[in-house]
């Protein structure tokens, strides 16, 4: 999961604008105990609407906003981040006024929007009189509002065990561990509701792959090895880092922790990687960010969209 800037609602084309007024309005006046008409409300709206859905695809840049899945528009969802359907699922906190509002519809795979991971549940930040989590704000995280790199954190390193590398535990998603209390509530429900640990064909080892391949180029680059000079039947490193870096790239939350936190275990590699490593914690982003683009220019403009300081 990675933080993405929302635009405000003033700035969405006039026409999406009215529609969702329209359909908000009507919304307010249905019975949150009237499943039909909430369904109906919803599916009448989506039978004719291309804009919110070509705007949301847009904003998250093609990727689930939750598991960072890259997505096919046909194939993704539109997602409410609180419920539209008061349920037992999220302990009839459910709330259909909230069905049209711009600031709770996000981009979703399909899986994180079905019945095994987020669908209609959601628990909330609030106990009520029975210690149920019922009342409140939604207690997952919302990638609009807040920076999932202040929650949660990537175990990058590779145990290489007689040439295997331990796929258990490498790239899973664990909190923080300098959270207070509701915060670390937050950070635990969320990687439990979303299961970003237990999807392991579909997350994990596609997290692995990608710190993987950026370990490795980052490394090569640090032996010297020439970033435009391409290899017979291959592209360039400037070339794999730019695809790998871009915006529309899936899995950046655990790469853009690997740049913002270089950390090398038994041997580190030589050159200018080895000293940052040295002195990455102290000096923080523009350390690794300036011996990148002196590299590769053209990541400037691939990585500033996404990779900043932390802010918290």
């Not at 908000?24 to 004719?48: L, M, T, V």
């Not at 990537?154 to 258990?168: A, C, F, M, R, S």
């Not at 990687?273 to 960010?289: F, N, S």
């Amino acid at each position: 999961m990675i933080h993405v800037p929302r635009c405000q609602f003033q700035q969405l084309e006039r026409r999406l604008q009215r529609r969702l007024s329209k359909y908000g309005f009507i919304a307010q006046h249905i019975d949150p105990k009237n499943k039909e008409a909430i369904e109906c409300s919803w599916k009448k709206f989506r039978k004719k609407d291309h804009l919110l859905c070509d705007k949301l695809y847009q904003m998250f840049h093609t990727r689930c906003a939750y598991c960072e899945s890259e997505t096919e528009q046909e194939s993704g969802a539109i997602d409410h981040f609180w419920p539209k359907s008061p349920n037992s699922q999220n302990y009839q906190h459910g709330d259909p006024a909230k069905m049209f509002e711009w600031e709770n519809l996000v981009w979703s795979c399909t899986i994180c929007n079905g019945f095994s991971c987020k669908g209609s549940r959601m628990h909330w930040d609030i106990l009520d009189h029975r210690h149920q989590p019922a009342l409140g704000n939604p207690l997952l995280l919302n990638p609009c509002v807040e920076d999932p790199i202040c929650y949660l954190e990537y175990d990058l390193e590779e145990i290489d065990t007689q040439g295997v590398l331990n796929h258990v535990s490498f790239c899973s998603v664990a909190p923080r561990d300098d959270l207070i209390d509701a915060d670390l509530e937050k950070a635990r429900y969320t990687i439990h509701l979303l299961r970003l640990n237990k999807r392991v064909n579909t997350l994990l080892h596609r997290r692995q792959d990608k710190i993987s391949h950026l370990r490795r180029w980052i490394n090569d680059l640090s032996r010297g090895v020439p970033a435009n000079v391409q290899p017979p039947g291959g592209l360039t490193i400037a070339q794999y880092l730019t695809n790998f870096l871009s915006i529309q790239s899936p899995f950046l939350a655990p790469a853009r922790q690997m740049l913002l936190d270089i950390h090398w275990s038994d041997n580190p590699p030589p050159g200018w990687a080895r000293d940052l490593a040295v002195e990455w914690r102290k000096q923080g982003y523009q350390k690794i960010y300036d011996p990148l683009i002196q590299c590769i220019p053209s990541l400037a403009n691939v990585m500033q969209d996404w990779c900043i300081p932390i802010s918290r």
